[in-house]
């Protein structure tokens, strides 16, 4: 099985990144490959040109993201790890996705019927886990549109059928017990994963 970890956090001491590494030191113990991508220490440019030169059609091919498009092919399993800012990730992560999750790399609507709504997901036999943060009490939390958006119209659309989220509300107030408490949980799932 192998494992990539899409991080996003600008802050290296960041509690996201404290999540990051209970994830990846529990990935470890395990007879596992696991790849972390960190976009903020890529410097990644998350700005999608769109123009006469640069198409939308062409992202599948971008020279830019090559690597990034063959680390996710060679995974089984995408973790994402961020906070949730304003209902969404990082715009760095946005950024990524824009450039990264491209027609006809992780969906087509070649062989679909002529002005079909929904392409062929060719993301099928992978699976995705995000782990993330919001300071936002857990009935927002829980009904999360940012969430919706991401599963259904990001996710399920480019084909990931295992599509899970594992989240901590209402970080702003936690105690230092309960920060604690998440990290181990964190373990425990990607023990799991």
């Known amino acids: 099985m192998n494992y990539l970890l899409i991080y996003s956090h600008s802050n290296p001491k960041s509690y996201t990144k404290a999540v990051l590494e209970s994830i990846l030191n529990s990935l470890n113990t395990r007879n596992v490959k696991v790849n972390v991508l960190d976009l903020y220490k890529e410097k990644l440019n998350p700005v999608l040109l769109v123009d006469n030169e640069h198409r939308r059609r062409d992202l599948h091919i971008d020279p830019e993201t090559t690597v990034y498009r063959k680390m996710i092919e060679e995974a089984d399993h995408l973790v994402f790890i961020y906070p949730v800012w304003w209902h969404g990730f990082p715009a760095i992560l946005k950024g990524f996705i824009d450039r990264v999750i491209a027609s006809d790399f992780v969906y087509s609507f070649k062989g679909t019927k002529k002005g079909s709504l929904f392409p062929i997901g060719l993301m099928k036999d992978k699976k995705i886990s995000c782990f993330y943060t919001l300071d936002a009490p857990f009935l927002v939390a829980l009904f999360d549109p940012g969430w919706l958006a991401i599963k259904f119209g990001l996710f399920r659309y480019a084909g990931f059928k295992h599509v899970k989220r594992f989240y901590r ?23 799991l994963l």
């Open 169 to 191: 509300s209402g970080l702003k107030h936690l105690t230092e017990q309960q920060r604690k408490d998440w990290l181990i949980k964190c373990s425990e799932i990607a023990k």
